[in-house]
C-alpha cells in the first residue's frame, strides 16, 4: 500500500460553555482544528486531526500546523502509511521538530492500519482493558464559588475526576481550592493545574496553604527545574505536564523523582506511535499518566480513547472527551461520554466516519 495524497480541511469548534480560561488570562472560544484524510492506492483513507489549544499554549498553532502539512504532505506520496516506525522517521527527516504537524498524518496511518488489519486501533496498541475508563472535566478559571457550583454539577453527570484551572492570584487560588474540594466526596480526585501560571515562591506558597488539602497539583511553574524545586517542598502527589515532551524528559523526570503522574498528549509526541512509546515507558517506569492531546474534536477524542483504553487501567490515571466540550460534531462513530466514563470503538481503525458537509471544502490537498 502506498500513500497517494493528503486532504486537509480546517473546521472551527465552539465551547459549550462559551470559553475556556487558564492562567495567565489566557482564554478561547473557538478552537481552530485541523482535519487531514490520508489517501492511498488500495482505495483506503485514514483520518488524523490536530487543534492546538490557541497559539500562547504550547509551541504550536492552528495555521502553522496547515504550513507544515504544505512541507510534508508532498515528500509522503509514495510512502507506505502502515510501516509507522518508517514512516516516522521520514516525516522528523522531512520536517525537523513541529511534531504537532506530523500527529494527524501519524493517527490517519493508525486508522489505514487498523482498517486493513480488521481491527480497532486499541487493539494494534496493546489491548483493551475493560469496558470503559474513567474521565477528567477540566474546570475553567473563575471566581472561586462559581469553580464550586461547576464542578457540583459535573459531579452530577459522572464525573469524579476534576482538573481546576489555577495559575492566577495565589490567595484566589487558595480559595478555588478549599471551596472545590468541600463539594467533592471520598474517591473523588482533584487536581489543581496551574498550566505553568505560578512563579516559584507563588506556588509554594500555595502548597503551603493548602497542605491539609486532598489535592493533585500539576504543573506549578513554567521550567522543570522550578516545578522539582516545588515538588521537593510539596507533600501532594504531583504532576508534570507542558515540560514533558519527549522520553528524555520521562526518563530525567523518574530519575530525579519530579513527578507521580505525567500528562501524555498525543500531539505534543507527535502522534499515537511516540505518545505510545511514552506509554509504555511509564508502564515500565510505574508513572500514572494522563491520556489526552491539546484539545480537539471527535476524531481527536476517538485517537485518545483507543490509546486510554490500551492504557493498564492501574497506570491510567484519567483521560478526557474533549468532543463533550465543542458544539460541533464532525464524525459519525466517536466515543460519547456515559456517566463520566468512555470507551473505544470496537469498529476496525478509529471507528469514525468524518462528516464531509461539516469538513466543507478542503483547504489544501496534494
Wanted: with cysteine; glycine share 10%.
Amino acid at each position: 500500500m502506498r500513500i497517494t495524497g493528503l486532504t486537509v480541511y480546517q473546521v472551527d469548534l465552539p465551547l459549550r460553555e462559551g470559553a475556556y480560561k487558564w492562567s495567565g488570562g489566557k482564554s478561547v472560544t473557538v478552537f481552530d482544528s485541523t482535519v487531514v484524510s490520508v489517501q492511498t492506492d488500495a482505495g483506503l483513507t485514514g483520518w488524523g486531526e490536530v487543534c492546538p489549544l490557541g497559539p500562547a499554549y504550547l509551541p504550536a498553532y492552528a495555521a502553522g500546523v496547515r504550513a507544515g502539512l504544505v512541507e510534508l504532505g508532498p515528500q509522503l506520496v509514495g510512502e507506505n502509511p502502515l510501516e509507522l516506525a518508517k514512516l516516522n522517521r521520514r516525516m522528523d527527516a522531512i520536517l525537523k521538530g513541529h511534531p504537532y504537524v506530523k500527529s494527524a498524518v501519524d493517527i490517519a496511518c493508525w486508522d489505514l492500519l487498523g482498517q486493513v488489519a480488521g481491527l480497532p486501533v486499541c487493539s494494534l496498541l496493546g489491548g483493551r482493558y475493560g469496558e470503559d475508563f474513567g474521565l477528567y472535566r477540566a474546570i475553567s478559571q473563575e471566581p472561586p464559588e462559581a469553580m464550586a457550583a461547576s464542578v457540583a454539577g459535573y459531579r452530577a453527570q459522572g464525573y469524579h475526576r476534576f482538573q481546576l484551572k489555577v495559575g492566577g492570584d495565589p490567595d484566589v487560588d487558595i480559595e478555588r481550592i478549599r471551596a472545590v474540594r468541600a463539594v467533592l466526596q471520598p474517591g473523588d480526585r482533584l487536581i489543581a493545574d496551574a498550566n505553568t501560571g505560578w512563579t516559584q515562591h507563588e506556588a509554594q506558597r500555595v502548597v503551603r496553604a493548602v497542605r491539609d488539602v486532598d489535592v493533585y497539583i500539576e504543573q506549578p511553574c513554567l521550567t522543570y527545574e522550578e516545578c522539582l524545586a516545588v515538588r521537593r517542598n510539596c507533600d501532594h502527589p504531583f504532576v508534570l505536564d507542558e515540560v514533558v515532551d519527549g522520553i528524555d524528559m520521562l526518563v530525567r523526570g523518574k530519575a530525579d523523582l519530579a513527578m507521580d503522574v505525567v500528562n501524555i498528549k498525543i500531539s505534543k509526541f507527535g502522534g499515537l506511535t511516540k505518545a505510545r512509546q511514552a506509554r509504555d515507558l511509564c508502564v515500565s517506569l510505574g508513572i500514572g499518566m494522563t491520556i489526552e492531546d491539546s484539545w480537539g474534536g471527535d476524531i481527536v477524542t476517538a485517537a485518545i480513547a483507543h490509546l486510554a483504553h490500551s492504557t493498564p487501567t492501574d497506570f491510567l490515571f484519567t483521560s478526557t472527551d474533549f468532543n463533550s466540550y465543542v458544539t460541533q460534531s464532525i464524525a459519525e462513530g466517536a466515543p460519547q461520554r456515559q456517566n463520566g466514563r468512555l470507551a473505544a470503538s470496537t469498529a476496525p481503525g478509529l471507528g469514525i466516519t468524518p462528516r464531509l458537509d461539516v469538513l466543507g471544502q478542503p483547504v489544501w490537498s496534494c
